[in-house]
């Protein structure tokens, strides 16, 4: 045969990249089996939940990769695990826990020249969205809608050519309005959780009082609903940025803070590499380490960083790459001890407890039967997201990247319609059986959800056990030996 005809052999001279992805094309072409699928749904050979991650990680901590993951730029469509279920399970509520998006600094660093970041939105400017020119037009009507309190005063979307502190940025905007589509896709257009009938009542909405929360509610909400109707816009503002709401008398807690305050502190003047830095940043701004040390650089740095703008220059020189590298490396190597000294842990246990039980409450009302507040959103900070994380008992979650969400979602057993059934995602990724109260329970079933009542027995009892309590008014006054 190869004497009869001619043999072309064509070679491609491949990037590192490229050839990755081949390689994961070649894994899931030739290495994934298949195996028939169980009667719950599941594949009897694997039971792991959590899609695997296409991104390579470092092996050792990488600042510079975690600072990428942590700003969230809008690049390829996102891929998750939301609204996945055995066919004969029924989606019949979903609450979700959002950062804001991507903003600008809530510090300066003294003497600098801010960043140059435009708050304008500018469809033609990136990173943009197809629906944020139609977004724009649709907010500037927003005075039908019900806004508690203050809100009514806030914009409704960032609109500075030079960002306030603080401010929303465009960038922010489109990581909601990609939030609200995905979610859209699979809880609207494939669960038909909201109908195009839906009505005000179906809905709770809550934010801070900050206008980059509200604008980022907004933002997910314009491309998640089925019609974004202003009159049955309802936001409650929460004055609480862990949302404690009535029930935010509690010692301990702060007790808790103010401990885990002071081991940060012990951490940092340890770090010898740290305070080098500082004082080397410090003399090319010209004030004193303690002064920049306050201005917390950090927060500033990451907006350059986001943004792809150099960092700031003096007289005297420039703050460099190595200096962010350090202070990032810094922030994760803090974020790992305070899961090891369990300060946080305690301090999160009380600070979640309001939100977590008003979540559960509100889960419980629905299994009974009740049609109302079937999609929630809160819309909060990476102070409100961390420690419900902690408190769940996901230790293995990255801090909140701007436009994080969780979500919890609560499933009917269409077979037993009175088994109810919870999924916890954090962005996109299946993390339910990560949590202190379902862990045991993933080793022992093949249901691929938790049942409601070991969520509401971990609410209602199990979260005061280490404090030797049985309620949050106790826990909050009783101080461990």
């Given amino acids: 045969f190869l004497k009869k005809k001619k043999v072309i052999i064509v070679l491609y001279v491949l990037k590192p990249?490229?050839?990755?992805?081949?390689?994961?094309?070649?894994?899931?072409?030739?290495?994934?089996?298949?195996?028939?699928?169980?009667?719950?749904?599941?594949?009897?050979?694997s039971r792991k939940r959590i899609m695997p991650?296409?991104?390579?990680?470092?092996?050792?901590?990488?600042?510079?990769?975690?600072?990428?993951?942590?700003?969230?730029?809008?690049?390829?469509?996102?891929?998750?695990?939301?609204?996945?279920?055995?066919?004969?399970?029924?989606?019949?509520?979903?609450?979700?826990?959002i950062r804001h998006g991507d903003r600008y600094p809530l510090y300066a660093i003294p003497k600098t020249k801010r960043p140059d970041i435009d708050c304008m939105l500018l469809p033609s400017r990136k990173p943009s969205h197809p629906q944020l020119e139609a977004f724009i037009k649709h907010m500037s009507k927003g005075s039908a809608a019900q806004m508690d309190g203050s809100l009514s005063s806030l914009p409704r979307y960032p609109s500075h050519s030079l960002c306030e502190m603080g401010e929303l940025t465009q960038t922010g905007v489109v990581q909601h309005l990609r939030n609200g589509q995905l979610l859209r896709e699979i809880y609207i257009n494939k669960h038909k959780l909201l109908l195009s009938d839906w009505t005000a009542k179906q809905l709770y909405l809550e934010t801070t009082g900050k206008s980059r929360?509200?604008?980022?509610?907004?933002?997910?909400?314009?491309?998640?609903?089925?019609?974004f109707d202003w009159k049955k816009i309802n936001m409650r503002h929460q004055w609480s940025t862990i949302f404690c709401s009535g029930s935010c008398d509690c010692p301990m807690r702060n007790h808790y803070l103010e401990e885990e305050q002071r081991r940060q502190y012990s951490l940092r003047v340890k770090n010898n590499d740290l305070e080098k830095i500082y004082v080397d940043m410090a003399k090319i701004v010209g004030i004193p380490t303690r002064q920049l040390r306050a201005s917390n650089p950090i927060d500033s740095l990451l907006c350059y960083f986001c943004h792809n703008v150099s960092f700031p220059c003096t007289k005297t020189g420039c703050i460099s790459m190595e200096h962010f590298k350090v202070i990032k490396r810094h922030q994760l190597e803090d974020e790992r001890e305070r899961q090891e000294k369990?300060?946080?842990?305690?301090?999160?246990?009380?600070?979640?407890?309001?939100?977590?039980?008003?979540?559960?409450?509100?889960?419980?009302?629905?299994?009974?039967?009740?049609?109302?507040?079937?999609?929630?959103?809160?819309?909060?900070?990476?102070?409100?997201?961390?420690?419900?994380?902690?408190?769940?008992?996901?230790?293995?979650?990255r801090f909140p990247r701007f436009a994080a969400r969780l979500v919890f979602e609560l499933w009917q057993d269409g077979k037993r319609p009175k088994e109810h059934f919870i999924r916890i995602l954090y962005n996109g990724?299946?993390?339910?059986?990560?949590?202190?109260?379902?862990?045991?329970?993933?080793?022992?079933?093949?249901?691929?959800?938790?049942?409601?009542?070991?969520?509401?027995?971990?609410?209602?009892?199990?979260?005061f056990l280490v404090f030797n309590s049985t309620s949050y008014y106790d826990a909050c006054r009783r101080r461990l030996l």
């Avoid at 990488?62 to 998750?80: G, L, Q």
């Avoid at 109302?372 to 979650?397: K, M, Q």
């Avoid at 045991?440 to 409601?452: F, I, N, T, V």
């Fill in 342 to 397: 369990k300060l946080y842990f305690l301090y999160a246990l009380l600070a979640t407890h309001p939100l977590l039980n008003q979540t559960v409450n509100r889960l419980q009302r629905i299994a009974e039967g009740k049609k109302e507040e079937v999609f929630v959103l809160y819309s909060a900070h990476d102070v409100t997201l961390s420690p419900v994380l902690s408190a769940l008992g996901i230790t293995e979650a």
């Fill in 17 to 45: 990249s490229q050839m990755y992805m081949l390689y994961v094309l070649y894994l899931s072409v030739h290495l994934i089996p298949v195996n028939p699928i169980r009667e719950d749904g599941l594949n009897p050979k």
């Fill in 53 to 97: 991650d296409l991104l390579t990680e470092p092996p050792a901590i990488d600042p510079v990769y975690e600072a990428h993951i942590y700003c969230n730029i809008p690049t390829i469509a996102e891929r998750s695990m939301e609204g996945h279920a055995p066919h004969y399970f029924k989606l019949v509520s979903v609450q979700v826990l």
């Fill in 429 to 463: 990724a299946d993390v339910t059986f990560q949590t202190s109260f379902c862990k045991d329970y993933y080793k022992r079933s093949s249901k691929p959800m938790c049942p409601l009542e070991k969520f509401v027995n971990f609410v209602k009892r199990d979260m």
């Fill in 213 to 227: 929360t509200l604008q980022s509610a907004l933002a997910l909400l314009y491309t998640f609903l089925p019609d």
